[in-house]
């Protein structure tokens, strides 16, 4: 099934070449926010009058359960938790009320695996990555993210002070994470990490002793070790590496029409102060947490 928000590819290089090859095929800019990624004519960013998967509505992917603090009680249609908030922030931006928001569940690792999409973004801490440019488009980024290291308190991984104190520990991350590359290309671990499907999974491993330590973003961090396993602590967060940094990004279809209009909103929410905000209202503080080196 074709999706209505991709374009059709009338021009091709080879009849270019016919008509003048002192003209060649020309690079096109698919950065986010590009020409090519805003799609096509003037009216692609008319306010509720997206080239979107089904007229009228904005159809946003996410996976189930959807974690707090990005959402609250696995509803991420409440608009509470971050990423339900910044979605509904977004759709307004674009000209979409809430009752024009229908959800989808979609498994985290399909969010930026090849191939069509049937959503018009996906919002579930996926990291913009050059890896994941080459099957995705990506808005800008909506939050800097810091990855963290969990362990239960008085273990021998809570005492950890360094990476290379980790790197003789069992780790264990969710499957197709940032989380899961810290491990393999900055802690560098003498054993293999154990990897699992759902987030979920590698708690019930941190509980179960399976691991000594987990890796996940910083803000579900904080929210594992308050509400899910009491007895663990965030042992250090990972610092940011300048124009590195990492960033979470709407994940949209390569091909995407509105991938540009998608980012000038988030760019609008970033200068006008409401991602500031709403980070502010529903992800924790990271001061505290030393950095690990």
């Known amino acids: 099934m074709r999706l209505a928000n991709r374009p059709l590819r009338l021009a091709t290089c080879a009849t270019v070449a016919l008509l003048a090859a002192a003209v060649g095929c020309a690079p096109q800019d698919e950065s986010p926010g590009g020409p090519r990624a805003a799609g096509q004519g003037k009216q692609s960013c008319d306010r509720g009058k997206l080239a979107t998967v089904a007229d009228g509505k904005l159809t946003v992917g996410t996976d189930k359960p959807a974690y707090a603090p990005w959402f609250q009680d696995d509803d991420p249609a409440s608009g509470t938790g971050f990423e339900s908030a910044v979605t509904y922030a977004v759709a307004r931006q674009l000209g979409y009320g809430k009752d024009a928001v229908r959800w989808q569940t979609v498994p985290f690792a399909?969010?930026?695996a090849p191939g069509q999409k049937k959503f018009d973004f996906d919002v579930n801490q996926v990291s913009i990555s050059p890896a994941r440019k080459r099957a995705v488009a990506f808005s800008s980024g909506y939050y800097d993210v810091r990855q963290a290291v969990t362990a239960l308190k008085g273990s021998r991984a809570a005492h950890a002070k360094s990476?290379?104190?980790?790197?003789?520990?069992k780790l264990g991350a969710q499957v197709g994470s940032t989380s899961l590359d810290v491990i393999n290309d900055t802690i560098r671990p003498d054993q293999p990490p154990a990897v699992f499907q759902k987030n979920d999974l590698t708690k019930s491993a941190l509980k179960n002793g399976q691991v000594d330590a987990i890796l996940t973003d910083l803000p579900t961090a904080f929210y594992i070790t308050s509400a899910e396993v009491k007895d663990a602590e965030v042992v250090g967060q990972f610092a940011?590496?300048?124009a590195d940094e990492e960033?979470?990004?709407l994940v949209l279809d390569k091909e995407s029409r509105i991938t540009g209009c998608v980012t000038a909103a988030v760019d609008a929410?970033?200068?006008n102060g409401t991602l500031a905000a709403l980070e502010k209202k529903?992800?924790?503080d990271a001061v505290s947490v030393p950095v690990l080196k």
């Open 163 to 169: 990476i290379a104190a980790l790197r003789h520990l």
């Open 269 to 271: 929410l970033r200068k």
């Open 110 to 112: 399909n969010a930026f």
């Open 282 to 284: 529903w992800l924790s």
């Open 240 to 242: 940011a590496t300048g």
């Open 247 to 249: 960033q979470f990004g």
